[in-house]
């Protein structure tokens, strides 16, 4: 299992808003960590999508957005394209372990 | 234009070890953290551990900590990843990344294409 939880799946028709959540615990997300969002298109390396929980790098449209509270965060994607079809995962940090760099476990997100 | 190059597939054979480079092109990596991340066919991203090439510092995974080695050349923008006593639970794409900031916990702002790695008897 993976420290973070995503679900495995998500789907939105074209146009439509989809959001992915990722929760965490009290040593990692809870603990004032950043979240940061990949998307992953098949057979390519993730791409990063969204940093310190609410930044776009340049490039990545307004379409996608970041936002966290409490032990979670989520990524929303608005007005849905059939190019957004694709794997996306949350990653941030946890305390405990000695420190380590965790990831969600992913999420698919199907365009209708 | 910055990107990671990484080096070609590897087959090998249960219980050897596999090394993987990963190079810079178009900036130094002196001041960032590289992350190795693995990714089973299938599965999720799995994060392996780091190192600084600033002072050599390394953090691992505590599930890998006793098989991989992280290692670096500064004057060469180069880091390696070396996986001993392989199984064939490690078959997957191995890739490299770097960070934003010099900062472990910072966002992955440029990855590597990948390195596969198939493990068999």
């Known amino acids: 299992q993976s420290v973070l939880t995503q679900p495995p799946s998500v789907s939105g028709a074209p146009g439509q808003r989809v959001t992915i959540s990722c929760t965490g615990s009290s040593s990692n997300i809870g603990a004032d960590y950043d979240v940061h969002w990949y998307q992953q298109l098949p057979g390519t390396a993730p791409k990063l999508l969204i940093y310190?929980?609410?930044h776009r790098p340049s490039g990545v449209p307004d379409r996608f957005s970041g936002s966290k509270s409490g032990t979670s965060a989520s990524l929303a994607i608005t007005w849905l394209q059939a190019e957004d079809e694709a794997d996306y995962y949350c990653?941030?940090?946890?305390?405990?372990?000695?420190?380590?760099?965790?990831f969600g476990g992913g999420t698919k997100l199907t365009v209708l | 234009q910055m990107q990671l190059v990484q080096s070609g597939a590897e087959v090998k054979k249960t219980g050897s070890s596999v090394r993987v480079f990963c190079k810079a092109s178009g900036y130094t990596l002196t001041y960032r953290y590289v992350q190795w991340v693995r990714q089973a066919p299938g599965q999720a991203l799995e994060w392996m551990g780091w190192?600084?090439?600033?002072?050599?510092?390394?953090n691992y995974a505590q599930k890998l900590q006793d098989r991989v080695t992280i290692t670096g050349d500064r004057s060469m923008s180069t880091t390696y990843m070396e996986l001993s006593s392989l199984r064939s639970e490690d078959t997957a794409m191995y890739y490299c990344?770097?960070?934003?900031?010099?900062?472990?916990?910072?966002?992955?702002?440029?990855w590597g294409h990948g390195t596969m790695v198939t493990v068999s008897s």
């Open positions: 190192i600084t090439l600033l002072n050599g510092n390394t």
């Open positions: 310190g929980n609410t």
């Open positions: 990344a770097v960070t934003r900031l010099p900062l472990g916990s910072d966002a992955f702002e440029i």
């Open positions: 990653q941030s940090y946890d305390n405990g372990l000695s420190g380590s760099v965790v």
